[in-house]
């Protein structure tokens, strides 16, 4: 097990990375530019997000809030609609909070000191590394996921990465292997041969560039590290609900505390809803009523096609039911719009699923 690398040893190391980086490295839009603006956006989508995924929303949100101060005075629901369907709202609300406070104290930039970048909503000291490592070359290590497997497995560190003794000794090897010259460079440079080359499963140890010092390469052990965690039991929930549909093809969404499931609609509009344990018509009448304050269900409610839901340890079952009425009810805290048009407000992935089966439902 190694956590250290004696020179000359890691100045090799470093510039057989930094070189392979520099030739190899793929063409992103966050790495067009140095502006840490557009580095932060970057960082904040791609946690738990795949590139693939980030890369429309990306565009789309810097055509819409292009510089720092445009995101600062942007509504809320704005910005939440331009993340809707990446999912992890808490991120965007995070992000626009930041907008606001790097305005008002740091004058509109994102801030130099490392501790002023952790006192912002939303940036943790992976975050904060990297975006002021790449944007203005401070000396920080930026550790996650992928660079701490490459590490695991350059140093043969086995067991769970995450236990916080682990972590924190990785943190420092982090640290010392930090090429200082380059910061910026290396963080980069490790997080991408972990995500296309010294991958989870099968890493592909003979296009690496560095495999000559890799101990767990040397002693076969690329398989073993890093080791499995142990997964969260999922949670298996039912959600019955309801679109209401007027003769004019509107339905109504809710956003109200307790009108929702806060893990599958993250408190953006939605459909109202409730988790059922034993009849979901019968439940979601009841709920209905207890919204609205109807005598009864609003009309029959015709059941459409169910749908599955993962969402992190969540294995949720969606049981969407439709409700003709002739008139739907005007009440504070809801929307009335078209129901092919629900995506111009915030919703979640879960609502966009609902009112797609709705929307072929009632064609
Ligand atoms: S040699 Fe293989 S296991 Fe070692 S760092 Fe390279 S890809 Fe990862």
Known sequence: MRHQWEEPERARLQLSLLRWFRTHRRDLPWRASRDPYRIWIAEIMLQQTRIAAVLPYYDRFLRNFPTLRALARARQEKVLRL?????????????????????????????????????????????????????????????????????????????????????QRLAGGAEHLLARQAPGDWNQALMELGETICTPQNPRCKDCPVSRFCLARARRLTREIPAARRKRAAVNVRIACAILADPRGRTILVREPGAHDSVLFSRLWQFPAVEVRREPLTELGNHLRKLWGFGSPPARLEALPTLRHPVTFHKATLLPFMARVAKLPHLAGTRILALNQILELPVSSATRKIAAVAVSGSA
């Open 83 to 167: 993340w809707s369907g990446l999912g992890y709202y808490t991120r965007a609300r995070n992000l626009h909070r930041a907008a606001k406070e790097i305005v008002c104290n740091h004058g509109g930039k994102f801030p130099h000191r490392l501790r002023d970048a952790l006192a912002l909503p939303g940036i943790g000291r992976y975050t904060a590394a990297a975006v002021l490592s790449i944007a203005y070359r401070l000396p920080l290590a930026a550790l996650d996921g992928n660079v701490a497997r490459v590490l695991a497995r350059l140093g043969a560190i086995r067991g769970d990465l995450r236990v916080p003794r682990r972590w």
